[in-house]
C-alpha cells in the first residue's frame, strides 16, 4: 500500500492553480526484467535528461515487481488470461486499485465520467519482443498501448507521448532501434 500512497501523493497537485514546470514525477516500471529492461533504460535517458534541466526534479519510482501489491480475491490465473495481451499483471492491478471515483476520475449524471487529472503529462515507454508497429497481426496485436491511452485519457491526461521499442525476429537493427528510442526520449526530455 505504501506504493498507493506514494502515487496518489504525486498524482494530486499541491495547490489547485498550481501550473508551474514539472517538478514531481511518478515513474511506474511494469517490467519484470529490472535492470535488464530496455523500457527502463528508456525511461531512465528521458528521467536523467529532464534532471540535467531541473537537478531538483523529484522522482518516485514504483518497481511494480518489487512493491507489495494488494493480493487477488479469486482466481489469479483467470485474472491472468483476461488481461494476456495488454501489458503487466501487476500494471493492471495498480492502474485499477489507483482508479477511484474522487481520486482519480469523476462523475456527472449529465455528462458522464470525467478525469481529474487535467493538465497532467504522460510518456510512456513501450517494449516488446512480439508486437511492432506495421507488422502483420500474425505477430501480435497491440492491446497494451490502446488500454493504457484509453485510461489515461479516462483519467484526464490528454497529453501523452509514446516512446516505443519494440524489435522482434523481423527487426534489422535492434540495436539501432533502442537507441532511436533512447535518444527519442531524451529529445522529448530537453524540449
Known amino acids: 500500500m505504501r506504493a498507493l500512497c506514494r502515487a496518489r501523493r504525486l498524482i494530486l497537485p499541491t495547490h489547485p492553480t498550481e501550473r508551474t514546470h ?13 535492470v535488464d529492461s530496455k523500457s527502463n533504460e528508456i525511461a531512465r535517458a528521458r528521467i536523467d535528461t529532464l534532471r540535467q534541466h531541473d537537478p531538483g526534479l523529484d522522482v518516485d519510482t514504483v518497481d511494480l515487481w518489487r512493491e507489495p501489491l494488494p493480493e487477488f480475491d479469486g482466481n489469479s490465473a483467470a ?16 492502474i485499477d486499485i489507483l482508479t477511484q471515483p474522487g481520486l482519480l476520475f469523476g462523475f456527472d449524471p449529465a455528462k458522464g465520467y470525467f478525469g481529474l487529472l487535467n493538465g497532467k503529462k504522460a510518456t510512456v515507454v513501450y517494449s516488446s519482443g512480439v508486437f511492432a508497429p506495421g507488422v502483420s497481426p500474425d505477430y501480435g496485436v497491440d492491446f497494451q498501448s ?18 516505443r521499442y519494440q524489435p522482434s525476429l523481423l527487426s534489422q537493427d535492434p540495436v539501432k532501434g533502442l537507441n532511436d528510442a533512447i535518444n527519442a526520449a531524451r529529445k522529448l526530455a530537453a524540449a
Open 79 to 94: 485474472a491472468k488470461l483476461t488481461f494476456f495481451g495488454v501489458g503487466d499483471l501487476g500494471l493492471k492491478l495498480y
Open 146 to 163: 490502446s488500454y493504457l491511452d484509453w485510461w489515461l485519457r479516462f483519467i484526464g491526461v490528454a497529453d501523452i507521448q509514446t516512446i
Open 22 to 34: 514539472m517538478t514531481k514525477i511518478l515513474h511506474i516500471q511494469a517490467s519484470p526484467r529490472g
